[in-house]
C-alpha cells in the first residue's frame, strides 16, 4: 500500500503542505479517519489543530444528494440549484435541516465537550481528511469553512479519486491530493491499515494538543517531522513555453541527478516515488520530481498515455538541468514507474541525449515502441514477481535493448509494490544501479 497508516499518510502530507507554514494557518481534521492525518499535517506546519464538523444536507428522496451543509455557529450552506431541480420545499429543507441539527450538536458535544471551535476569521484554513471518494463531506466542509470567514481554504488528502478531487477544486482555493490513481474504489485500499478511528480516539487527540499548547511555540507532543533542508525547494520547471511544478532536492556534494517520471494518475506528490527519492538522496543522489502535464492537461486521457509527448517533456527538462547552478557538472539518470517508464526510455533514445542510466520500477518500457532498439543508456528493468502480466512486458521490452541491461525482480511485489519491504528492496536496487552508472569511478591502480 502506498500509505502503511493515516500517521504516515499525515507525515506525507505535512511536508507536501510545508510551503504554508505561517502565523494564520489553522489545520481541521474531519472526523473521524481524518483528525490522525490532519494532526502530523499540524504537526509539521507548527499550526493549531482543531476539528471541523459538518453535516450533509441530503435531498429527502435522494440522500446521497447534497442540497447543502450546516456546520457549527448556524452556519447554514444551501444549494438554491439542486433545490429547485430537487423540487425540495422550504419545509423539506427544514426538517432536513432539523434533523442533522440535533446530530450535529451531539457530535459536537461529545468531541469538543463545552469547548467551541477555533475562529477562522482570515486565516488559512487547512483541511484534511484520509481520502475522499465522492467529496461530498469534503466539499461541505469546505463551504462551512468559508462561510465561518476563512480568509482561504485549502483542501488537503492523501489519495481521491480523480474525478472527486477535479470537482472540489470549485469549492476550495487549492487542492492538494498525493495520489489520484486511474482505479479508485475505495480509500481503504491505499492504506495497509486503515482500522476505524473512534471518537474516542479524536478526544485524545484533541485534549493532548490542547494541554501541549502546540501551535502556540511550545513543546511539539512525539516526533517532529524533520524541516526541510536548505536544498529542497519546489521549482517551476520549464519544457519549452510550458510550466511545469516541481521539487528538488539536492544533498551537499551530490553525485549524480535522478529526473522522475512518473506514471498516469500520479504526480510529483506520489509517495512511492518520494520514498525512492529518499533513499536516494541518502545515497548523495539529487532528486527532481515534476508534474510531466499541466493541470489541465491532466484531465485529457488521450495526453496522459501521450507516450512521444512525455517524453519530450523529459527531453527539455533535462536541459532545464543544466541551467541550474547547483547541478552543473552532474550526471542525469532517469526513473520511470509505470507510463513514465515508457517516456523515460524514450527520452534516453532521444539522439544527442546525454542520459548515464535509467531505471524502470514496475514499468511499460514496452510503450517507447521502436525507440527501444535506440537507447544507449544502461537500463534496470525492475518489476515485481507477482506481477505477471507486467514482468512478460518486460522481459519482451529487454529482448529490444541493444544497450546494457538487466531485468531483476523483486520477490512476492505486486504491480504496486505495496507489500512490506518490496518498495524499499526497489529502491535499493535502483540506488546502486544510479550510484554505479552517476557517479565518477576511481581509477584502477
Partial sequence: ??????????????????????????????PRGGVPVAAEVARALG???????????GVPAQPEVAMGAIGEGGVRVINDAVVRVAGVSDAEVARVEKVERVELE????????????????????????????????????????????????????PVGAPDSIQELRRDADQVVCLETPALFYAVGQ???????TTDEEVVELLLTWASSGYGTGQAVPGPA???????????????????LAGHLSVPDNARGVVVFA????????????????????????????FDLLTRDEEQDR??????????????????????????????????????GAGAALWAAAEPGGD?????????????????????????LLVVGGRDELVLDLNRQAAAQLRCEHHVVVVPGATHLFEEPGTLHAAAEIARDWFISHLTPQPSPA
Wanted: aromatic share 4%.
Fill in 1 to 30: 500500500m502506498p500509505f502503511r497508516d493515516r500517521v504516515d499518510a499525515g507525515q506525507e502530507l505535512g511536508q507536501v503542505l510545508l510551503p504554508l507554514r505561517g502565523e494564520q494557518t489553522i489545520v481541521l481534521g474531519l
Fill in 47 to 57: 499550526a493549531p489543530l482543531d476539528v471541523i464538523l459538518v453535516r450533509k444536507l
Fill in 106 to 157: 451531539r457530535r459536537a458535544m461529545r468531541i469538543r465537550g463545552n469547548q467551541p471551535h477555533k475562529p477562522l476569521t482570515g486565516r488559512t484554513a487547512i483541511i484534511v481528511d484520509d481520502g475522499i471518494a465522492t467529496g461530498s463531506t469534503a466539499r461541505a466542509a469546505c463551504r462551512v469553512a468559508r462561510a465561518l470567514g476563512a480568509g482561504r481554504v485549502v483542501l488537503a488528502v
Fill in 190 to 196: 491505499w492504506y495497509d491499515d486503515f482500522r476505524a
Fill in 225 to 243: 517531522a524533520p524541516p526541510p533542508q536548505q536544498a529542497d525547494r519546489e521549482v517551476d520547471v520549464f519544457a519549452g513555453p510550458v510550466r
Fill in 262 to 289: 512518473h506514471g498516469s494518475g500520479s504526480s510529483r506528490h506520489s509517495p512511492r516515488n518520494r520514498a525512492v527519492a529518499k533513499v536516494l538522496n541518502r545515497a548523495g543522489l539529487a532528486t527532481l520530481l
Fill in 302 to 339: 488521450a495526453k496522459v498515455f501521450d507516450i512521444e509527448l512525455l517524453g519530450a517533456r523529459l527531453v527539455a527538462v533535462t536541459r532545464w538541468l543544466g541551467t541550474q547552478p547547483e547541478l552543473d557538472g552532474l550526471s542525469v539518470g532517469y526513473f520511470g514507474a509505470s507510463t
Fill in 355 to 379: 542520459v548515464a542510466a535509467v531505471v524502470s520500477r514496475g514499468g511499460r518500457p514496452d510503450l517507447a515502441g521502436e525507440r527501444l532498439c535506440d537507447v544507449r543508456s544502461p537500463t
